[in-house]
């Protein structure tokens, strides 16, 4: 049940495209019984609160870049929230078909929303999905899953996490796969959901008793979005071409604090 708050003035007053104070999501569950509550702030100021149904397994907020719309994922529970914060009111939530691990994103622009499912009313397919906001609707797939008439598999795609180009207009997706991290590295338009590259991995060294390349751990796009940085579980960063998905070089092995330096400074300054 919403419990709507009024706004201040100036806040109604305000565009929902341009961002108000930073806002934040506090989530009070009710203890040993009761609802949850959610309430959600611009700056000190209270903008609404809610009491709605499924708010106690919420395990993650994210608000959209321009403060429009907040997510509430309830990882562990297998659904997403999605709330329009100027109206103060809960959109859709999604239901995925498996409990766990589910994960949701906003484009840099706010007007797309990636979902590590479908999220269709009705289907529980497990194919992540790219949905605008406005009109809410899924417009792409966000994978390469393949079938042989006999196997299916999801080569690469968003799985949980996702890493955007400075200028926001290509996002990188690091795919975990099924056993570890056996997935590949792919690069999408994040303002179509187009895939536009699907990154081979590197070769393991010779002698070794694994075969089909080796997996791989985290991504990083340029500023501009035409290369990307890949870390594979040996410690080993590669650089690659997105148009092309031709291997640049590979730049060795690093610890775990040289990878973070590393991949940092290729997303700031592309070097």
Known sequence: MLQPIRLLPVL?????????????????????????????????????????????????????????????IADGQGYVQLWNVAAGQRVRTFLAPFPHIVNADFTPDSRHLLLNFRGEPGTLDAEPAFWTLDPLRPVAQLSDARSDG?????????????????????????????????????????????????????PYPAGALQTGGVGIDDARLSPDGRRVL?????????????????????????????????LGIFARTGR
């Open 150 to 202: 006999e196997s299916y598999a999801r080569e690469s795609g968003y799985d949980r996490s996702v890493s955007f180009s400075a200028d926001g207009q290509r996002m990188v997706f690091a795919r975990s796969g099924s056993y570890k991290k056996t997935g590949d590295v792919s690069v999408w338009d994040a303002r179509s959901g187009t895939r536009l590259a699907t990154l081979s991995r590197l």
């Open 12 to 72: 109604v007053a305000l565009s929902w495209c341009a961002a108000t104070a930073q806002l934040r999501a506090d989530l009070t569950r009710a203890i040993p019984s009761g609802p949850a509550i959610l309430k959600v702030f611009g700056g000190p100021d209270l903008l609404f609160q809610a009491t709605t149904p499924g708010l106690g397994a919420v395990t993650t907020s994210k608000f959209s870049a321009d403060d429009r719309w907040l997510l509430n």
């Open 230 to 262: 890949v870390l594979s579980i040996d410690g080993r960063l590669a650089e690659y071409d997105v148009d092309t998905a031709r291997l640049l070089n590979v730049r060795g092995r690093f610890t775990s604090e040289q990878v973070a330096a590393q």
